[in-house]
């Protein structure tokens, strides 16, 4: 099955500076690969996705890029805010039925 | 958007007892729900999967008979943690897909604690 591995764990960036989260697939037949940010007690929360036909999307101050060849895929986080402050999970899925397989996390700080 | 509405939000029992946790899908059909906990902490890691009307598939390691999952329609399912013990504290969160929607909408969570 699908495997995930997200790095790293915890990231602290200076307010304003850029924050990169990386992850890494197993599985070549995984199409859409969506970002969540998680607040402590709450429900993921989408932020962006991407599919296998698009190698980078970008919405505002967070960007997403995709290299199939290579199995891995990267959040890009722009001017940084302290709300920015949270653990973000990537995942990944082969299809539309299939469940999420989820990143481990990454720990978010801004520091203001 | 689709919604899925998550109950209770958060809830404490005592060991030896059963919780159920309902998700409702309200304005759209969950063909499949996934099941979700989420220790202090960790990632989501997945329990089981349930389509609509079917068996629920458990993962490795996950007792189906200590987590018990009802999908008896396509907007609720149900997940019931039976004889609760301290290590079954846990949040617990819903997934819902359809099969003509590609995404997934997660439900609010169920902080669970056995005491």
């Known amino acids: 099955g699908e495997n995930v591995e997200q790095h790293p764990s915890t990231l602290s960036v200076q307010e304003g500076d850029s924050a990169v989260i990386k992850c890494t697939y197993s599985?070549?037949?995984?199409?859409?690969f969506p970002w969540y940010k998680q607040e402590l007690g709450k429900r993921p929360q989408l932020i962006i996705d991407?599919?296998?036909?698009?190698g980078e999307k970008k919405d505002q101050r967070i960007a997403v890029t995709l290299n199939k060849t290579a199995k891995h895929f990267s959040l890009h986080i722009t001017e940084t805010q302290p709300e920015d402050s949270a653990v973000y999970f990537c995942a990944a899925i082969a299809s539309g039925n299939t469940p999420l397989v989820f990143g481990k996390g990454t720990r978010l700080s801004v520091i203001a | 958007g689709a919604v899925v509405s998550q109950h209770p939000s958060w809830v404490i029992c005592k060991s030896g007892t059963s919780v159920k946790i309902e998700c409702r899908s309200l304005?759209?059909?969950?063909?499949?729900m996934f099941w979700y906990r989420q220790f202090p902490k960790q990632s989501l890691m997945l329990m089981a999967t349930s389509n609509e009307g079917s068996k629920a598939t458990y993962e490795q390691g996950v007792e189906k008979d200590k987590f018990l999952i009802n999908h008896a329609s396509l907007t609720l399912s149900t997940l019931t943690v039976t004889s609760a013990h301290p290590e079954d504290s846990s949040f617990y969160i819903c997934?819902?897909?359809?099969?003509?929607?590609?995404?997934?909408?997660f439900g609010s969570g169920t902080r669970l604690t056995v005491v």
């Open positions: 599985d070549s037949a995984s199409n859409y």
């Open positions: 304005d759209f059909q969950a063909t499949t």
């Open positions: 991407i599919r296998s036909n698009v």
């Open positions: 997934s819902a897909s359809n099969r003509r929607l590609y995404g997934y909408t």
